[in-house]
């Protein structure tokens, strides 16, 4: 029997704070029609403002929403509401076989699971013009160094005339950098330029922080003409960092590393006109940490079954890598609720060294997973930082804006956290309080 | 200047018009001689990359001088057991906000404290945030007395620039704050602002006398018992109920003389002394609701919310209801010589139960009597009565006896299904730690339950398979420490061989659940 998902869990699966009251609002025994459950689905028929009610249903190994309603929300306030009335009052669902609409869409899941399951056979019985894709490959990696020689002219440029004129630059300057870099196919380099362009603008220190950058800009590029003869997994994360994608089927038709896997922290950014979804996982007998990338563009909802502070069997596929974090979900069983015990680092000062050690190996890493087994949260002239028992402290980001919750949470003793190291400052996601497990995500407005 | 300051200064004032130094000792200095040769923006830029990775990596964190945080002892208080904190989780979402208040009441009511995310929400929650200073444990005030936007929560002097007529909330929080410090004072205040004050304002305002009510209080109550507003004429008389020997319960008791005669047994007839005739309560019903009875807090109407419950109830009977639910239960023991469970009994299957039960529920969690409490357990757990919530006078209960109760409940050998729900109800909402005797006995019908064939074959959600979730549950949650891993022991072959069930993979997840927290 599938596992149902406590109120707060399943609340934490809604889009957004809408989706969440209206969804509320209909997990009362009066606005379905009818409804049912067996051993892993639920259904139900909710009358809306259609002349037929929708038909809403869960599979709840997953779970997974499916409802006839035109909302484009996922899951929608029919599908939420139906779990929620679950998880409250399962009494009110009469047990059974599904009906067939029901059936119909588990029977599909089911075979979809089994194709994703041959997914890779099948992608290499497909037939593929080898010399087409040659040359493609070719024309797109002249097209990339070509853009790259003209970066680096950009660069010497830059720094001949000093970054005193580079902040009386308006935006366009960087801006038509990073569009030529991804005319030239390379919207990674892209990417890296974007950054930069807010550094000027940013207050002190900043000449440090954009030479910082530029450094490693260069480093990239040096590298990169010589990939061919650095070992392999450099050349994936050089590759990888240029803008070239690695095909998803192919690395999921690889071997994954299966784990019960705690998931820690989530946090969504906007990176150009995206939406960036960051999910932290932590295997909890290999020891890895693993990060789930997501994106949704506009108004589309980032679909995640990810729901930190809970324990999930899964086989997780790393891209490949000097230092891999990034990974995919290969297959996953139902999350299940329980606080994740991880093993963190005793002191700031080990943090320091494995993020050290990380760097060695992939030096643009961006943010590093910290766990840290007990510090204190403090205000130190209005900043917020966490300190240890020997002195060492991590500054908090400026975007974390739970500070007081995380001293709610302390009441002046020390706590374990869990957060995002970005070199500079520790963004905190979640914190471990008697025996129990916070995620400290704040929502997204 | 090291070599990062230089090549910072450099890239400032750009290479054609500084050229860069890479001196530099040490490894470093190896690594950056490797550069030379270069043009100076390529020796810049590479520099850059080698330096600013060199720095990161050798790197030790900043430390901090200050001194470690004072910090806040132990909450006396047990914690919020897990069902009510996903309860408040909801409710601080928006939704049924309104419960909030009666949910804060019956928290402290049960001894437990806030759950620690949940302090900053109350600390922010507006209108509600004097109900949130009212009960302030000590993890609140040590948390308060970090931001001096919480004066109110910390006793701490108001501060000056609050002005009289400033915004809603300060003048909540100086209210609190003047009532903990002068409670006259608090009163004048009150009614200094009373006229410009709007029905809502004057709604919490009114509501913050509760703190350290007196008698003294009462003439400013009774003036508010003739607002022009409903909603605060019934804030007042609910706080008159709650102030002991005040006219509003003498004119209630008046009220009620007429209606109720109740004769006691006695001898049936002189001759034969040992029969008696039974004692019986008879009630006239009010024949109005008038004025002066709805400026005490008399509804007219049965609330909408109540009417299914309370069907059997007419309005007359209503009025009779409330009328009693304004007096002491403990006056009605001494006035007719008999105990709250000989009263019970005296009006079970009378035409007027449901008011009396009620009426009585009522008035037992309005002035929180523990002995009435325990005669109106049974029923109340029972679900018999519709108003009135068990958890409230499960707080009223000596925790002694609550343990026996529970106990009795998990040693009831009955097979009859009508006991269990009320017994997985205590497990789930028992307001403290298990002692060792309960957790004893709760391992014992563990272990049954663990020995029958028949628990297995019954889902989570019903039975003796509810009943095994609930223990397993909670008893890592709620037993002394150190029966925990003798628990673990004893689950282990158990978990090794679960009886094949449709529910046995769920059932094996529980177990794994229940042995990682152990």
Redesign the interface.
Not at chain 1, 159 to 165: E, M, P
């Given at each position: 029997?599938?596992?149902i998902l406590?109120?707060?869990q399943i609340?934490a699966l809604a889009p957004d704070?809408g989706a969440?009251?209206a969804g509320?609002g209909l997990a009362s025994k009066g606005k379905w029609v009818t409804l049912g459950r067996s051993?892993t689905a639920a259904w139900g028929e909710c009358s809306g403002s259609a002349s037929t009610p929708y038909q809403t249903q869960i599979d709840l190994n997953g779970p997974s929403f499916k409802c006839s309603c035109p909302s484009r929300k996922f899951p929608c306030k029919h599908g939420l509401g139906l779990y929620l009335l679950l998880a409250n009052q399962?009494?009110v669902f009469s047990q059974g076989e599904p009906p067939e609409w029901v059936a119909n869409w588990l029977a599909g899941r089911a075979k979809r699971e089994d194709k994703n399951a041959t997914a890779a056979e099948t992608a290499e019985a497909k037939p593929v013009d080898e010399k087409a894709q040659a040359k493609r490959i070719a024309k797109r990696e002249e097209n990339v160094s070509r853009g790259l020689e003209e970066l680096d002219r950009w660069?010497?440029d830059l720094?001949?005339?000093?970054?005193?004129?580079a902040q009386a630059q308006p935006h366009s300057f960087w801006e038509n950098t990073a569009k030529r870099m991804v005319d030239a196919q390379a919207s990674g380099v892209a990417r890296l330029i974007r950054q930069m362009a807010d550094i000027p603008s940013s207050g002190e220190g900043w000449?440090?922080r954009l030479?910082?950058r530029?450094?490693?800009l260069?480093?990239l590029l040096?590298r990169y003409k010589r990939i061919e003869a650095l070992p392999e997994p450099v050349q994936a994360d050089l590759r990888a960092l240029i803008g070239f994608t690695q095909s998803q089927e192919e690395l999921l038709a690889g071997e994954g590393v299966a784990d019960r896997w705690a998931v820690l922290g989530q946090r969504v950014e906007r990176e150009d006109r995206l939406r960036v979804q960051r999910t932290w996982l932590w295997g909890t007998t290999t020891g890895r940490s693993a990060l789930i990338l997501q994106y949704a563009a506009g108004k589309e909802v980032i679909q995640s079954l990810l729901i930190p502070g809970t324990l999930l069997d899964a086989e997780i596929v790393f891209y490949p890598g000097a230092c891999p974090l990034r990974a995919l979900v290969k297959s996953q069983q139902t999350p299940?609720s329980?606080p994740p015990?991880i093993s963190p680092y005793a002191t700031?000062?080990e943090a320091?060294k494995a993020y050290?050690g990380a760097?060695?190996k992939y030096?643009w890493l961006e943010q590093f997973p910290l766990a840290l087994a007990a510090v204190?949260p403090?205000?130190?002239d209005g900043r917020w930082?966490v300190?240890d028992?020997a002195?060492?402290?991590?500054?908090l980001s400026l975007d974390f804006k739970?500070q007081?919750?995380l001293?709610?949470?302390?009441?002046?003793?020390p706590v374990s956290l869990f957060g995002e190291w970005d070199?500079d400052h520790l963004l905190p996601l979640g914190v471990w309080?008697?025996?129990r497990f916070?995620p400290l995500t704040a929502v997204e407005d | 200047m090291d070599v990062w300051e230089r090549l910072v200064a450099t890239t400032m004032l750009g290479t054609e018009r500084q050229p860069v130094d890479l001196a530099a000792d040490g490894p470093l200095g190896a690594v950056l001689a490797k550069l030379e040769g270069l043009d100076e923006e390529h020796k810049l830029l590479g520099a850059a990359a080698a330096v600013s990775l060199y720095r990161r990596v050798g790197s030790s964190p900043a430390t901090d001088a200050g001194e470690l945080p004072d910090p806040v002892q132990e909450e006396p208080l047990h914690p919020c057991p897990p069902r009510a904190r996903e309860q408040l989780a909801v409710m601080l979402t928006g939704q049924q906000n309104e419960l909030l208040p009666e949910w804060l009441d019956l928290l402290a009511q049960s001894g437990a404290s806030l759950p620690e995310e949940a302090l900053l929400a109350m600390l922010n929650l507006g209108n509600l945030r004097p109900v949130a200073a009212a009960m302030a444990g000590a993890w609140m005030q040590w948390l308060a007395r970090k931001n001096p936007d919480w004066f109110f929560i910390t006793n701490a002097d108001v501060p000056d620039d609050i002005a009289w007529e400033s915004a809603i909330l300060k003048r909540i929080a100086l209210l609190i704050a003047l009532r903990r410090q002068d409670r006259a004072q608090a009163r004048t205040f009150l009614a200094d602002v009373w006229d410009t004050t709007d029905v809502v304002m004057r709604e919490i305002l009114l509501a913050m006398l509760a703190i350290g009510m007196r008698k003294d209080d009462e003439p400013f109550l009774e003036s508010a018992l003739d607002d022009k507003w409903k909603e605060v004429r019934s804030t007042a008389a609910d706080l008159l109920a709650r102030l002991p020997h005040s006219h509003l319960i003498q004119r209630m008791r008046e009220r009620l003389e007429p209606l109720l005669a109740y004769t006691p047994a006695q001898p049936a007839c002189p001759s034969s002394p040992s029969i008696m005739s039974q004692a019986c309560l008879n009630v006239t019903l009010p024949m109005a609701c008038d004025k002066s009875m709805q400026r005490d807090g008399i509804q007219v109407k049965v609330p909408a919310n109540l009417k299914h419950h309370l069907r059997n109830t007419g309005q007359k009977a209503w009025w009779l209801l409330q009328m009693v639910s304004y007096i002491p239960p403990g006056e009605w023991c001494a006035r007719w010589g008999q105990s709250p469970d000989e009263l019970i009994k005296l009006v079970h299957g009378h035409e007027w139960q449901d008011v009396f039960q009620n009426g009585w529920v009522q008035a037992t969690m309005r002035f929180r009597d523990q002995e009435w409490a325990r005669a109106l357990w049974p029923l109340v757990l029972a679900r018999q009565t519709a108003l009135g919530s068990w958890t409230a006078l499960m707080a009223l209960l000596p925790p002694a006896e609550l343990e026996e109760m529970t106990i009795k409940a998990l040693q009831g050998r009955q097979e009859n299904q009508d006991v269990l729900p009320p017994l997985l109800d205590l497990l789930r909402f028992y307001p403290c730690p298990w002692s060792r005797q309960l957790a004893f006995v709760v391992r014992k019908r563990l272990q049954e339950l663990l020995a029958s064939p028949d628990t297995f074959k019954e889902n989570n959600r019903s039975g003796n398979g509810e009943l095994l979730d609930v223990c397993l549950y909670y008893f890592p949650i709620c037993a002394p420490v150190e029966l925990l891993h003798e628990m673990a022991t004893m689950l282990q072959p158990a978990e090794q061989q679960i009886p094949e069930s449709p529910y046995q993979e769920y059932r094996s997840k529980m177990f794994k659940k229940t042995t990682s927290r152990l």
């Open positions: 029997m599938a596992t406590s109120i707060e609340l704070t969440a009251k509320q051993e399962s009494g660069l010497c720094v001949r005339g000093g970054l005193g004129a000449q440090e030479l910082e530029l450094g490693k260069h480093l040096e299940e329980a015990a700031i000062a320091y050290a760097l060695t030096p204190y403090l205000q130190r930082i300190r028992e002195g060492h402290l991590l500054p739970l007081w919750e001293l709610a949470f302390s009441g002046g003793h070199g309080t008697k025996e916070v | -």
